[in-house]
């Protein structure tokens, strides 16, 4: 009876390791309607900020072109996109998200259009420690159709890598204290903020957008 179990469980095992694997592993993109619609320029539209920050939307929206146009897009100039805007009298991203599509495609010419939506953007106190959280979304929207052609999201922290040291508990709540002078003093949201954007918007990862046509790699996928 015993060699019996044994047997079952050898059996078993590989099987319960591999159901979670399989349910870790994110599910492959399906780029269809993107590879159709073959994007070439983007126009990225003022993020809709939903964090507390009211600096949040123009620290990520300073930082998108890079990405995207590394990925291999030529980007609409965002200043130039905002100066539009306003000159319309449009300075709220939630009632810009909100234009039709084929609107926007007639106004900038542009192929798809980039809509970021910010989650976390700034510090965050705890008892022992103060870190600095940017998080954010997008959609890419084929703006003739209406499409979307990709989703994702991103984060960056202070934090990564660990903050380890010594001093024991008074040392990690001085140091905490001083941290969160320092992140509320001064803009340490920005660079942070560049990170994630970064890893929002570059070709080539997981599930991430596709090479553009202006990057030597947009033939090989």
Same mark, same amino acid.
């Given at each position: 009876?015993? @060699? ?26 399906? #780029? ?7 994007? *070439? ?12 920050? $009211? ?5 990520? #929206? ?12 030529? $980007?609409?100039?965002?200043?130039? $996109?905002?100066?539009?805007? @306003?000159?319309?009298?449009? +300075? ?26 910010? +989650? @976390? ?17 997008? *959609? ?10 990709? +989703? ?33 003093? +001064? ?23 596709? #090479?553009?046509? *202006?990057?030597? @790699?947009?033939?090989?996928?």
């Amino acid at each position: 009876m015993i @060699k019996r179990l044994l047997k079952l469980a050898a059996c078993v095992a590989p099987m319960v390791l591999a159901v979670g694997c399989a349910s870790n592993k994110p599910a492959a993109y399906d #780029y269809t309607a993107f590879k159709a619609a073959k994007p *070439r320029s983007i126009l990225v539209l003022p993020p809709l900020n939903n964090s507390p920050e $009211v600096n949040a939307g123009n620290s990520v #929206y300073a930082q998108v072109t890079y990405p995207l146009a590394e990925a291999g897009y030529y $980007v609409l100039p965002v200043a130039l $996109v905002g100066e539009t805007f @306003k000159q319309n009298g449009m +300075t709220v991203a939630a009632d810009i998200h909100a234009l039709p599509p084929a609107k926007l495609q007639e106004i900038f010419g542009a192929d798809a259009g980039l809509y970021i939506t910010i +989650t @976390k953007y700034g510090s965050t106190y705890t008892v022992l420690d103060s870190v600095v959280v940017v998080a954010a979304e997008a *959609r890419l929207v084929d703006l003739k159709s209406g499409t979307v052609l990709w +989703t994702g999201a991103a984060s960056a922290s202070s934090n990564e890598g660990g903050n380890n040291g010594g001093g024991g508990l008074i040392g990690a709540l001085v140091a905490a204290a001083v941290k969160q002078v320092i992140n509320s003093t +001064t803009d340490q949201s920005h660079p942070i903020a560049g990170v994630a954007s970064t890893r929002l918007l570059s070709a080539g990862y997981n599930n991430g957008l596709l #090479y553009g046509p *202006r990057s030597a @790699k947009y033939a090989t996928q």
